[in-house]
Nanobody, 115 residues
Framework: QVQVVESGGGSVQPGGSLRLSCSAT???????GGWYRQAPGKQRELVAV???????KYADSVKGRFAIFRDNVKKTVTLQMNSLKPEDTAVYYC??????????WGQGTQVTVSS
C-alpha cells in the first residue's frame, strides 16, 4: 500500500511563505515527484515537478517564487512557496510517480492567501 502524505498547508497573508512537504511510504523509490493545484472553478494545473537527474520544471506563474526539492533518500518532495499571492489560493496535490508502479496522489492540502 503506497501512501502519499502531504503537510504544510494553511493560511498566509500576501507576500508570505509556506512550505509544503510530501512523503511517499511503502515504496522503495520514486522517479518523479510534483505538485499540482486546483482553484474552485479552474482546471488543475501543474505547479512544479522534480524529475530524474535533479531536473525541475515550473509553471510560468510561479517561476522565481516557488522552488521544488526532491530528496531521493527520504523519498520526499518539498515545495517552498515565497512571495505568495491571492492567485495562489488553491488545493495543492502532491503526485509521486514510479516507472514500475505508476503514480500516486495525495489527498490535497488547502493553501489560502488573503488579507
Amino acid at each position: 500500500q503506497v501512501q502519499v502524505v502531504e503537510s504544510g498547508g494553511g493560511s498566509v497573508q500576501p507576500g508570505g511563505s509556506l512550505r509544503l512537504s510530501c512523503s511517499a511510504t511503502n515504496i522503495n523509490s520514486i522517479n518523479a515527484g510534483g505538485w499540482y493545484r486546483q482553484a474552485p472553478g479552474k482546471q488543475r494545473e501543474l505547479v512544479a515537478v522534480a524529475t530524474s537527474g535533479g531536473n525541475t520544471k515550473y509553471a510560468d506563474s510561479v517561476k522565481g517564487r516557488f522552488a521544488i526539492f526532491r530528496d531521493n533518500v527520504k523519498k520526499t518532495v518539498t515545495l517552498q512557496m515565497n512571495s505568495l499571492k491571492p492567485e495562489d489560493t488553491a488545493v495543492y496535490y502532491c503526485n509521486m510517480y514510479s516507472d514500475r508502479l505508476g503514480d500516486y496522489w495525495g489527498q490535497g492540502t488547502q493553501v489560502t492567501v488573503s488579507s
